[in-house]
């Protein structure tokens, strides 16, 4: 999943003759966080959160932005000083010795910017930092009618094993490590 990177710098990605800068998210990034919810549609809201919030409290916020670039890290786009995507993962306790690393992984990209490339390459760069970090798979949950979640899903890894559980897809993508 980590060796489909065609940027050569990681920190910049370009998007349609736009430079968009990527970096870790940081707690400075609370307020950035904010106003991207703001601009953010319902559905990708509902897609996102899995409930239509209308907005989030700050501790939410906090918590997004407040990682600690191990167990749970994110990456985030900026166009300017806003940040139009974030792509985090956050690990799973290890449940038996010799049982797969897992972290759960969750992406948005502001509507503006969506279906451009930015979801996949945020997603591929985050692939390559948790399997650097030991992880070996990334689990998604999407709502049976995100579609874009799904095709980006397939997107990166074509024979990803995608399971019904409880309303939900879960998807599991194995992660490779590049060095
Ligand atoms: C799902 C999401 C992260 C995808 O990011 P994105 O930047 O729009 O996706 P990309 O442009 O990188 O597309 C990668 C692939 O995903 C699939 N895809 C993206 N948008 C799609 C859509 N609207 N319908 C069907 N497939 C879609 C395609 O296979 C696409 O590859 P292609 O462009 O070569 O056809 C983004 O749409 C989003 O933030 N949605 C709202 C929040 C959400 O659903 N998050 C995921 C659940 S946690």
Redesign the pocket.
């Given at each position: 999943m980590n060796d489909i990177d065609p940027d050569v710098d990681p920190d910049v990605m370009r998007v349609d003759d736009i430079e968009l800068t990527v970096r870790p998210i940081a707690i400075g990034d609370v307020e950035r966080l904010a106003r991207l919810f703001t601009r953010?549609s319902p559905?990708?809201?509902h897609?996102?959160f899995f409930s239509p919030i209308a907005r989030p409290p700050r501790a939410a916020l906090l918590r997004l932005a407040d990682v600690d670039h191990g167990r749970r890290d994110a990456l985030v786009a900026l166009d300017g000083d806003e940040i139009v995507?974030v792509?985090r993962y956050d690990g799973r306790p290890d449940r038996d010795p010799g049982a797969s690393h897992q972290a759960e992984?969750?992406?948005?990209?502001?509507?503006a910017?969506?279906?451009?490339?930015?979801?996949?390459?945020?997603?591929v760069r985050l692939a390559g930092l948790a399997a650097d970090r030991g992880y070996d798979t990334f689990v998604?949950?999407?709502?049976p009618d995100?579609?874009?979640?799904?095709?980006?899903?397939?997107?990166?890894v074509p024979d990803a094993t995608v399971r019904w559980a409880g309303g939900e897809y879960e998807a599991s993508l194995p992660l490779v490590r590049a060095s």
């Amino acid at each position: 999943m980590n060796d489909i990177d065609p940027d050569v710098d990681p920190d910049v990605m370009r998007v349609d003759d736009i430079e968009l800068t990527v970096r870790p998210i940081a707690i400075g990034d609370v307020e950035r966080l904010a106003r991207l919810f703001t601009r953010l549609s319902p559905s990708s809201v509902h897609f996102r959160f899995f409930s239509p919030i209308a907005r989030p409290p700050r501790a939410a916020l906090l918590r997004l932005a407040d990682v600690d670039h191990g167990r749970r890290d994110a990456l985030v786009a900026l166009d300017g000083d806003e940040i139009v995507a974030v792509a985090r993962y956050d690990g799973r306790p290890d449940r038996d010795p010799g049982a797969s690393h897992q972290a759960e992984i969750a992406i948005t990209v502001e509507d503006a910017w969506q279906h451009r490339g930015v979801g996949k390459r945020l997603a591929v760069r985050l692939a390559g930092l948790a399997a650097d970090r030991g992880y070996d798979t990334f689990v998604a949950t999407m709502l049976p009618d995100n579609r874009a979640a799904l095709g980006l899903v397939h997107k990166l890894v074509p024979d990803a094993t995608v399971r019904w559980a409880g309303g939900e897809y879960e998807a599991s993508l194995p992660l490779v490590r590049a060095s």
